[in-house]
């Protein structure tokens, strides 16, 4: 019986979680949308997921963005949820680099006891500038293999742009995710579509 009061307990903190999947009000619309789609009952212990998952990059000093995503990801397959959902697992390793420093570089500056400590912190985030590079090119594989191509029309196309967005060009002002997306969708009626992202939206 307290085996029973525990599971019920943890089912209610999990179901009372503020949604915490995507990186901003437009992915995480589209990451709700997605799960609602695929498994709408499993909705409350996916997003539980995201909230460990957050909670491990927030962490410093703390376990490596490699084995936060691990543990992101075994969760997500613990869920045994289909559709899209299994396709966050990829997202995140392709694209959750610069949520990850920037995560480690605030949770640096809020030890740090004063402002030299602060800028040896800037000093970790641009060492790790290169890692834009890293991710584009991790970015073209996950076009190649889920790649906008496989099915313009699902939602993991548009969580994928807004995340391109935040993590590429988020600083650019002549640039705004509503333009990405609006691109993105404007190759949904084209034969480029079937050719993936960089052939819709060239230079992003």
């Not at 990451?31 to 695929?38: K, L, N, W």
């Not at 995340?163 to 691109?183: M, N, T, W």
Request: aromatic share 8%; net charge neutral.
């Amino acid at each position: 019986m307290n085996g029973l009061w525990l599971l019920l307990f943890v089912a209610g903190v999990v179901a009372q979680e503020p949604f915490q999947c995507g990186t901003d009000s437009l992915s995480a619309s589209l990451a709700y949308t997605a799960i609602q789609m695929s498994c709408p009952a499993k909705l409350g212990i996916v997003n539980h997921c995201c909230v460990v998952h957050d909670a491990c990059y927030d962490q410093y000093p703390g376990p490596t963005r490699e084995q936060c995503d691990e543990g992101f990801c075994a969760c997500l397959r613990a869920t045994q949820c289909g559709g899209e959902v299994p396709a966050f697992c990829t997202i995140v390793k392709s694209l959750g680099g610069e949520a990850f420093r920037t995560a480690r570089i605030a949770g640096c500056k809020k030890r740090a006891r004063d402002a030299k400590e602060k800028a040896l912190c800037d000093q970790q985030m641009l060492q790790g500038s290169n890692e834009k590079v890293e991710q584009t090119n991790s970015l073209q594989l996950f076009i190649e293999a889920k790649g906008m191509a496989y099915n313009c029309l699902n939602p993991l196309s548009q969580i994928a742009c807004s995340l391109i967005f935040d993590a590429f060009l988020k600083g650019d002002e002549k640039v705004s995710v509503g333009q990405i997306c609006s691109c993105l969708s404007r190759g949904l009626r084209s034969e480029s579509c079937r050719k993936g992202y960089n052939h819709i939206c060239p230079g992003f």
